[in-house]
T-cell receptor, first 110, second 110 residues
Framework: ETGVTQSPTHLIKTRGQQVTLRCSSQ?????VSWYQQALGQGPQFIFQ???????GRGNFPPRFSGLQFPNYSSELNVNALELDDSALYLC?????????FGPGTRLTVL | SQQGEEDPQALSIQEGENATMNCSYK?????LQWYRQNSGRGLVHLIL?????REKHSGRLRVTLDTSKKSSSLLITASRAADTASYFC??????????FGAGTTVTVRA
């Protein structure tokens, strides 16, 4: 167990809807990163937050947005859901270079 | 595009045998990390090897890194059924994000 938790575990949405995914980081970790993992592929970096500021972003459109709170927990928001957004969403917390992942949220867009 | 690429894509071995998988990457790295993923759930951090290290051990795992060839290998010795999983290498460049390959799926037969 890494101490990183994510909610919900599973989620089903329809195209065009909005979704919020949540992540609680491991105690003491001030950095949270979000990844999208499509079926059969490796995780793709979405963005990273360090001390409540976005610290880097991957090749994802602006409808993917995030927040980090003072307790270092984080949210990933996706607007105007598309079918291709169906994936496992992983968050990872870190203090230095090692990233520790949560169990993920499985999002299905119908 | 993905920075790390694992080889082979899939591996089937008998319990007790060794499993070796390789990772190649394209650009200079700060470190390289190996992760395990069971059944599409969260990633478990296995080992981190820094760019100035050549070999690292953790239990039954042995990781090598050759920065001149931009490649790494993960060896699992005396495999067990519980080692059945997907294994990913992830490269950490200086921008803190991890870039993953598509993974190697390992099946350990009883």
């Amino acid at each position: 167990e890494t101490g990183v938790t994510q909610s919900p575990t599973h989620l089903i949405k329809t195209r065009g809807q909005q979704v919020t995914l949540r992540c609680s980081s491991q105690s003491g970790h001030n950095t949270v990163s979000w990844y999208q993992q499509a079926l059969g592929q490796g995780p793709q970096f979405i963005f990273q937050y360090y001390r409540e500021e976005e610290n880097g972003r991957g090749n994802f459109p602006p409808r993917f947005s995030g927040l980090q709170f003072p307790n270092y927990s984080s949210e990933l928001n996706v607007n105007a859901l598309e079918l291709d957004d169906s994936a496992l969403y992983l968050c990872a917390s870190s203090l230095e270079r090692e990233q520790f992942f949560g169990p993920g949220t499985r999002l299905t867009v119908l | 595009s993905q920075q790390g690429e694992e080889d082979p894509q899939a591996l089937s071995i008998q319990e007790g045998e060794n499993a070796t998988m390789n990772c190649s990457y394209k650009t200079s790295i700060n470190n390289l990390q190996w992760y395990r993923q069971n059944s599409g759930r969260g990633l478990v951090h296995l080992i981190l090897i820094r760019s100035n290290e050549r070999e690292k051990h953790s239990g039954r795992l042995r990781v090598t890194l050759d920065t001149s060839k931009k490649s790494s290998s993960l060896l699992i010795t005396a495999s067990r059924a519980a080692d059945t999983a997907s294994y990913f290498c992830a490269t950490d460049t200086n921008d803190y994000k991890l870039s993953f390959g598509a993974g190697t799926t390992v099946t350990v037969r009883a």
